[in-house]
């Protein structure tokens, strides 16, 4: 099987690297909010309690970079709903190849190009900003993208598959995804310090909030048990309830 991941992943790893702006385009959004939004919380978090400890750039770099694996990855699956109607799918159901291979080929791929991006992100702020942060950190953080890269991408793909629909896919998506990025505290960190009671507690029914706050603990050093754990154990169940939702639907429409 792992022969057949290799030859999806490099497959749509190359026709990546043929068009390789679109890296560049999808990390536009996250690297504005980082010169033009960040500069703004510089003299907010000096001077409001509230927020997490450390300063503007270990709160607001970690959680762009969980920007990045959630919205970067969350619309490949219409590039599969393009492969779907071009044919491209149909020809793969009579191959040899396995179903899961399909998948994880392509998540792979999408895991990968959302790294590039936050590693771009990541050295822009060192360079532009002055971030500092441990290096363990910054591994640690990219591995929880990495992992929130992939169970975005299979859920994308599962959900494309499931509706079939250019015009239902985006909607279903932006429904989601907005309320999502307001309740998991990346552009504003939802804490009990800044945020109405009931608006924590809806916070805290967000998985992601969870990540985010996993992330920027990587990034000021605080490698507890009490920092991670959460975060660390939400995410991997997230990931595998994705990734059996994925292979299952890939299994059921290739069959």
Known sequence: MWRDVWLIFR???????????????QIMQPVLYLVLFGPLLEKVVASTPGF????????????????IALFGTSFVGFG???????????????TPTSRTA???????????????????LI???VVAFGLRAPVGGIALSLLIAGL???TMASASYALALTLRSEEAFPALLNAVLLPVLL???????????????WLYTISRINPFSHVVEAERAGFRGDFTVDALLTGSLVLVALTALALLWGVRTFRRENA
């Open 80 to 94: 599969l709903l393009a492969d779907y109607r071009s044919g491209v799918v149909e020809r793969l159901r009579v």
């Open 102 to 120: 399909l998948l994880l080929g392509k998540v792979l791929n999408n895991a990968l190009q959302a790294l590039v991006q936050a590693i771009l």
């Open 52 to 67: 997490p400890p450390g300063d503007v750039w270990t709160i607001f770099t970690p959680a762009l970079i969980v920007m």
């Open 123 to 125: 050295t822009l702020a």
């Open 11 to 25: 497959r749509d790893l190359v026709l990546s690297l043929r068009n390789p702006a679109w890296i560049f385009i």
């Open 183 to 197: 309740l998991s505290g990346i552009l504003l960190p939802i804490t009990t310090g800044l945020a109405p009671e």
């Open 148 to 150: 929130l890269a992939v």
